[in-house]
């Protein structure tokens, strides 16, 4: 399998604030970094194409599991653009990485779908949370994941999401290690914006939601480490629809690669 460099950075220059910018620079391969550091005034989302036969159960499986999976932007069958998302954008070259499964299984990795691409084939762009730690972070809240140059760590919990037709399977949720101050505030403001998933679902209690080593990430990435003055704090993560899609064993499902996000053009809320 091929896959991207998480770590590597610029190969071209390129406005890392400006998001046409950002999707050519990712399209050329000028830019192959985790995306949670570029565009950040603007909204970013997880990816998820299935088949157009399953698309209205997966979208269904979308809203009764909002939280986790709240609903940015659907394509039309086939096409590769979703213009309420973006104008200059191809979701199949544009995100900078991907995950193919079929029947279920991961089978590549490639940094361009296009060639997986086929006319049937229904993009979803779901919240997440890189667009609230931008949010986080104006209000003062420290994430040291982005202070190392990483990002959050996922990890999948025992609790059962809401089935829908094929979907189901458990809550993936995301951490970010915090101060006890940055934590409450983060509540608070997360909180405000359930187009990023909304307030956390747990805070300082990881076997609460059953997970019992938080070195073992999902996907094996992330700040994993706590520091004395630190508490992990969850919130529900995108990337549960990757594991409903994978468990309803689709002949074919694309997702983004893990941090390598969909860069929208649409502006992240101004602060109150």
Not at 120 to 148: I, K, N, T
Not at 174 to 200: E, N, Q, V, W
Not at 216 to 241: I, M, N, Q
Not at 243 to 257: F, V
């Amino acid at each position: 399998m091929s896959h991207p460099d998480a770590r590597a950075g610029v190969a071209g220059a390129f406005d890392p604030a400006d998001p046409v910018a950002v999707r050519r620079a990712i399209r050329e391969r000028r830019f192959t970094g985790f995306t949670n550091l570029v565009a950040r005034t603007v909204v970013q989302g997880n990816l998820v194409a299935v088949p157009a036969d399953y698309a209205d159960a997966f979208e269904a499986y979308c809203r009764a599991n909002a939280q986790a999976l709240p609903l940015l932007g659907r394509s039309a069958p086939g096409e590769r653009t979703i213009p309420s998302l973006a104008q200059d954008m191809d979701i199949a070259r544009d995100t900078g990485g991907y995950m193919i499964f079929r029947d279920g299984e991961l089978v590549d990795t490639p940094v361009d779908a296009s060639g997986a691409w086929r006319d049937d084939l229904v993009a979803f762009v779901l919240g997440c949370s890189f667009s609230f730690e931008a949010l986080l972070q104006r209000h003062g809240v420290r994430l040291r994941h982005l202070d190392e140059g990483n990002v959050s760590a996922m990890y999948v919990t025992d609790r059962d999401t809401t089935p829908v037709g094929p979907f189901a399977g458990k809550l993936v949720v995301s951490m970010r290690a915090l101060r006890p101050a940055d934590a409450i505030k983060a509540t608070i403001l997360s909180a405000r914006y359930p187009a990023f998933h909304g307030a956390p679902v747990s805070l300082g209690l990881p076997g609460d939601l059953g997970i019992e080593d938080l070195e073992k990430s999902y996907g094996g990435h992330g700040l994993t480490r706590l520091k004395p003055d630190e508490v992990p704090v969850f919130w529900a993560c995108g990337a549960t629809g990757q594991i409903a899609a994978r468990a309803a064993r689709l002949p074919l499902c694309i997702t983004h690669y893990k941090a390598h996000m969909v860069v929208t053009d649409l502006p992240l809320p101004k602060e109150d």
